[in-house]
């Protein structure tokens, strides 16, 4: 019996041995346990950017219509061309724009949510905030397109209050560029700080919900009014949570191809500039510098929002 017994207990004398092994040494445990998704990240994730990094360095020969496989500094230097350059600055401005207003209108909202709202209206707050997260992207970016048509509820609005000559007025400004909301750097404008802001809302939310409520009634007692209360206490205490959000609204505007694509003008943004290159012209190396610049962006704006504090609010 015991011979024949030996071999059906084999498996478990090798898993006892294999586990008091790891027992031993956490640190092996440890390794295996990150093994596969360093493995992943490090293929995956950073090898696709170092391949996307070297392509950025040859060049593309126009006449050939084929990429040249020499370090160059060239393609780096045709980003700085008039065209290009407006791209990337077109791209930068719309970021910090949607940036600023998510976060003045985020604060509010947070505000409440941390101070005032408790128990039921707590779980009502962040049902209102997550269930446009739970929708379909493209379905909420062509819901806004027909709200911003010319015959969507905002121009039927401004008819019937006779505001529709002001719209058109502001229509009519270079910087705008359309004839309708849904085809203008507004309506573009608009979609963005539509579909991040809850990623603004909730790092705030987070943040104002360790402040404690001591201090400001301690400003209060001092004689602060609410204005500077909120500007010497509330404010600085909650800038960790807002750079935490300007992270995400950012970034994510920042890299954005699709709201750009069906919501906005025929000048193109970083993410179309990159479709266009790669996909139309065949000019990968210029598709993969336009590629690197918000990852070179976001690596400065992550560094400064690190100052922020923004990590200890995520």
């Not at 976060?103 to 446009?132: D, E, H, N, Q």
């Not at 705008?176 to 573009?188: D, F, K, M």
């Not at 991040?196 to 400003?219: D, F, G, H, T």
């Amino acid at each position: 019996m015991t011979a024949s017994a030996s071999p059906a207990n084999a498996p478990d004398g090798l898993a006892s041995r294999i586990s008091g092994a790891l027992w031993r040494s956490p640190r092996l445990l440890l390794l295996l346990l990150l093994a596969p998704p360093l493995l992943w990240l490090g293929v995956v994730y950073v090898g696709s950017l170092a391949a996307l990094l070297a392509q950025s360095f040859f060049s593309f020969d126009d006449f050939t219509a084929q990429v040249t496989y020499e370090l160059t500094l060239s393609t780096y230097a045709e980003l700085l061309s008039p065209a290009n350059f407006d791209i990337i600055k077109r791209t930068v401005t719309m970021a910090a724009l949607v940036t600023i207003a998510s976060a003045i209108l985020a604060f509010p909202i947070a505000y409440y949510a941390a101070r005032y709202a408790k128990g039921r209206w707590k779980a009502f707050f962040y049902l209102g905030v997550m269930l446009p997260l739970w929708s379909s992207y493209l379905v909420k970016i062509y819901a806004w397109k027909m709200i911003l048509s010319k015959e969507g509820i905002i121009s039927w609005t401004a008819d019937k209050l006779h505001l529709g000559w002001l719209l058109d007025a502001w229509l009519s400004l270079p910087v705008v560029g359309g004839n309708s909301l849904s085809v203008s750097a507004t309506g573009t404008f608009l979609v963005f700080v539509y579909i991040w802001l809850p990623y603004m809302i909730l790092p705030i939310q987070a943040s104002l919900e360790r402040v404690p409520s001591n201090l400001i009634e301690a400003s209060y007692d001092l004689g602060g009014s609410p204005g500077k209360t909120l500007r010497h206490v509330l404010l600085p205490l909650a800038m960790p949570g807002v750079a935490a959000g300007s992270i995400f609204t950012f970034s994510l505007t920042l890299g954005d191809y699709i709201i750009p694509g069906i919501i906005g003008t025929s000048r193109l943004f970083i993410g179309q500039a990159v479709y266009t290159q790669q996909g139309t012209a065949g000019n990968i190396p210029l598709a993969a510098a336009f590629s690197v610049v918000p990852v070179v962006i976001m690596a400065f704006y992550l560094w400064g929002a690190k100052k922020q504090g923004a990590f200890d609010a995520l």
